[in-house]
């Protein structure tokens, strides 16, 4: 039982273009949301987040928006950059919990 | 500053072998995360630690047990090791939870089961 989930296993954009990745959560009880990046060999690094609270969060070239009705959430990442390519993973944390759950991750490849 | 380091970095275990893969951070973090990346599959949690002396199942404990005996060291062990538990495993670890969730992992151990 997949809770997180990231329908597109894979996304190439142009540098300079905007790269949207998506995820959708099927846990009402999930109230805090997380992306992380990952390259390969390496752990998992933290990104961006939101509470349940809000809708939008910026950060730099990154933001991630909250449609708590849909059970979606997305990164949007503009311009896109070449170092941008790596894994991205969606995470939701549910109320009074101490845990994290994650998607199946959607690999970014932004090519010049 | 080391930050949370996993050993060994890659290992190839025959079926029905035990072994432990270790993991230590030096940030004086309080909880601390064992998850499997399986290819298509994301990140699976499988067993957590909210301090010393403290454990938790997470989403696929089956096959593995932990231990947290100080607050720096949660290592991971498979006791009868199967095929399906080749995977990456990542230890991770943050100072609370406080959904925050911003957890800081290690790079990980490539362990492959023959």
């Known amino acids: 039982d997949q809770q997180v989930k990231q329908n597109s296993p894979s996304l190439s954009v142009q540098e300079g273009r905007i790269s949207i990745l998506n995820c959708d959560y099927t846990?009402?009880?999930?109230?805090?949301f997380l992306w992380y990046k990952k390259y390969p060999a390496e752990g998992p690094t933290f990104l961006i987040s939101i509470s349940s609270i809000k809708d939008k969060n910026e950060d730099g070239r990154f933001t991630v928006f909250l449609n708590k009705s849909a059970k979606h959430l997305s990164l949007h990442i503009v311009p896109s950059q070449p170092g941008d390519s790596a894994v991205y993973f969606c995470?939701?944390?549910?109320?009074?919990?101490?845990?994290?759950?994650f998607g199946t991750g959607t690999r970014l490849q932004v090519f010049p | 500053n080391a930050g949370v380091t996993q050993t060994p970095k890659f290992r190839i275990l025959k079926i029905g072998q035990s072994m432990t893969l270790q993991c230590t951070q030096d940030?004086?973090?309080?909880?601390m995360y064992w998850y499997r990346q399986d290819p298509g599959m994301g990140l699976k949690l499988i067993y957590y630690s909210v301090g010393a002396g403290i454990t938790d199942k997470g989403e696929v404990p089956n096959g593995y047990n932990v231990s947290r005996s100080t607050t720096e060291d949660f290592p991971l062990r498979l006791e009868l090791a199967a095929p399906s538990q080749t995977s990456v495993y990542f230890c991770a670890s943050i100072p609370s939870f406080a959904n925050t969730g911003e957890l800081f992992f290690g790079e990980g151990s490539r362990l492959t089961v023959l």
């Open positions: 846990n009402s009880m999930f109230d805090y």
């Open positions: 995470a939701a944390s549910p109320s009074n919990t101490d845990k994290l759950i």
């Open positions: 940030m004086n973090h309080n909880y």
